[in-house]
């Protein structure tokens, strides 16, 4: 009660809910915690740092929200005060005689000089901060032999890995930084770091010894990266493995992107070759039917230079944050185009609203009065509604965790008053329950 009094106040409250060390459960222990009404809880773990970065960068941003946290915050503010005070000083500074006094006065001399370097100093010590690149991880997996280092090769132009016909040529991880130039004054550069990693085959075939470590590593530079780049062989089709990758990229929740390498030697193609490929694809990968599809030829380079962009694309979806009311609007219209199915026992869902938990991926709670009567298929056609309403999806996974909770909680509880306009809500104003299916 006194913390919800705060966040309703001047002062910012951080909702940590401690020991979520699963990503993936993480969320749902979390979301238990809006009826507190004091805002969005962050589900983090003390001892694996697991979720402290996305709630350090929320608090931070409440910080500079408050003018009176910043007036005093940090060494490098109190520098700047300091030297904007000096500079403005009339009478003689602490190291000033009265000749040097004078010739600051008159704006000549070392003395003047010091005084302006000192405030141009403090000045880019922010400057220097905000030009700093932003890092992305990269990471480039798939089966032997798709020709991972190849593409690494090509896009850096140079051979930072070693190309052989031989399956395993690449023993470990292999980082590589690029660096790409902002596009305008406006932007920052960008910093890329890929990972190309060994080839995984499947578990059966993979013998305690150098391979086990091996693809140990490449699977956790799945979990380390912000995007992961899905390397399939045109000219071989999609494999177990492949599925079995695509579903690992799933349960992480990184954002994905299929390249189909070898498009350069795919023989007899037409025009309709496309867009059967993509359906191809589309019908034998559908752990990752959200994923864009870039084909392309490390060999030849054909539309290497088109991945920037789509990675781009795909970390601005696995960081995107939909406001609660446009949520509701989609889902709204989703239950009354298709409401949940009703058992043969009578009993049916109801569903009373959703929000976004958290991003990296967008994780969505929807409350029903019971989780158990929403089947997967409805899920699933969720999941689709909710990418065709909502743009800057395509590129990511999205968590959908379904809350039990009873009607009168959810109009009289800490979640009603969040839907409501308290902090953490946003809401339309309202809680329902939508039609459901006799």
């Not at 500079?64 to 403005?88: C, I, P, Y």
């Not at 403090?122 to 990269?138: K, T």
Request: charge should be positive; proline fraction near 6%.
């Amino acid at each position: 009660e006194f913390l919800r009094k705060q966040a309703m106040g001047r002062i910012p409250v951080m909702l940590a809910v401690n020991k979520c060390e699963s990503e993936k459960t993480g969320a749902t222990s979390a979301a238990e915690f809006w009826q507190l009404g004091v805002g969005n809880p962050y589900p983090v773990s003390a001892l694996h740092g697991v979720g402290t970065a996305e709630m350090l960068e929320a608090m931070f941003e409440g910080i500079v929200r408050q003018k009176s946290a910043v007036d005093g915050f940090g060494t490098k503010v109190t520098k700047l005060k300091e030297a904007k005070s000096n500079l403005k000083h009339k009478g003689p500074l602490p190291w000033e005689d009265e000749t040097d006094y004078k010739m600051r006065k008159w704006g000549i001399g070392d003395p003047a000089q010091r005084v302006l370097e000192d405030y141009e100093n403090a000045i880019s010590a922010f400057a220097n901060d905000e030009d700093q690149p932003e890092e992305i991880n990269v990471a480039i997996i798939g089966r032997p032999n798709v020709g991972k280092s190849s593409l690494l090769n090509t896009i850096f132009g140079d051979t930072r890995a070693i190309v052989s016909d031989m399956a395993g040529t690449t023993r470990d991880s292999i980082d590589a930084l690029m660096e790409r130039p902002a596009s305008s004054p406006d932007e920052k550069d960008t910093l890329y770091r890929f990972v190309d990693t060994a080839g995984i085959r499947r578990k059966g075939k993979v013998n305690f010894g150098p391979e086990f470590f091996m693809v140990n590593r490449a699977l956790r530079a799945i979990r380390r990266a912000d995007v992961v780049l899905l390397v399939l062989d045109a000219t071989a089709g999609v494999t177990e493995q492949d599925r079995v990758l695509a579903q690992k990229i799933s349960d992480d929740g990184r954002a994905c992107v299929i390249v189909c390498n070898k498009w350069d030697a795919v023989v007899d193609k037409d025009s309709n070759t496309y867009d059967k490929s993509v359906k191809y694809v589309r019908e034998e990968l559908p752990q990752v039917r959200w994923a864009p599809i870039l084909f392309l030829s490390a060999a030849t380079g054909q539309r290497v230079g088109k991945l920037y962009s789509v990675i781009d694309d795909a970390l601005t979806a696995h960081r995107k944050r939909v406001p609660t009311a446009i949520l509701n609007e989609v889902l709204r219209d989703a239950i009354l185009w298709q409401p949940p199915p009703a058992r043969r026992s009578g009993q049916s869902a109801r569903v009373y609203y959703c929000h976004q938990v958290s991003t990296r991926p967008p994780t969505i709670v929807v409350f029903c009065n019971d989780p158990g009567l929403i089947p997967d298929n409805y899920r699933r056609y969720l999941d689709r509604k909710f990418r065709e309403s909502l743009t800057g999806l395509e590129a990511t996974p999205i968590r959908w965790i379904f809350r039990g909770r009873r009607e009168r909680d959810i109009q009289r509880g800490g979640m009603g008053r969040a839907m409501n306009g308290s902090p953490g809500g946003g809401g339309t104003g309202t809680s329902f329950p939508f039609p459901h299916a006799d």
